[in-house]
């Protein structure tokens, strides 16, 4: 599959920001869970929370939980990473990935995902 994030941009911090991924080609059986990656420079790229695309259970790490809320619409093929609260550790580029549907749920390293949009940048900064 083939997917489009949009949505980054420079917030102050406590500010809030909604991040979306559009699914644009592709079939979405090839899709069994969806996740928001990030990545600050001189870091490697994380999980930060996931989503499974039809059951619609969720996985965040923990630091993140209670700042950031991972949805998706079904109708619209589209994820979605809400965030508020932003503080400016949380500067990252930020991207979205999509697992197949074979892979485990509990895997989730980047290797793991195999389709990504293209990173969408998060600036917190007053």
């Not at 259970?57 to 979605?80: C, E, H, M």
Request: proline share 4%.
């Amino acid at each position: 599959v083939q997917l489009q994030a949009s949505g980054g941009g420079m917030v102050q911090p406590g500010g809030s920001l909604r991040l979306s991924c559009a699914v644009v080609s592709g079939s979405i059986s090839n899709i069994g869970s969806m996740g928001w990656f990030r990545q600050a420079p001189g870091n490697e790229r994380e999980l930060i929370a996931q989503i499974h695309w039809i059951g619609g259970g969720t996985y965040y790490v923990p630091s993140l939980k209670g700042r950031f809320t991972i949805s998706r619409d079904k109708a619209k093929n589209i994820l979605y990473l809400q965030m508020k609260n932003l503080k400016p550790e949380d500067t990252a580029l930020y991207y979205c990935a999509a697992k197949d549907p074979r892979t485990d749920w509990e895997r989730r390293t980047a290797n793991d995902f195999r389709s990504w949009g293209q990173g969408t940048q998060v600036t917190v900064s007053s």
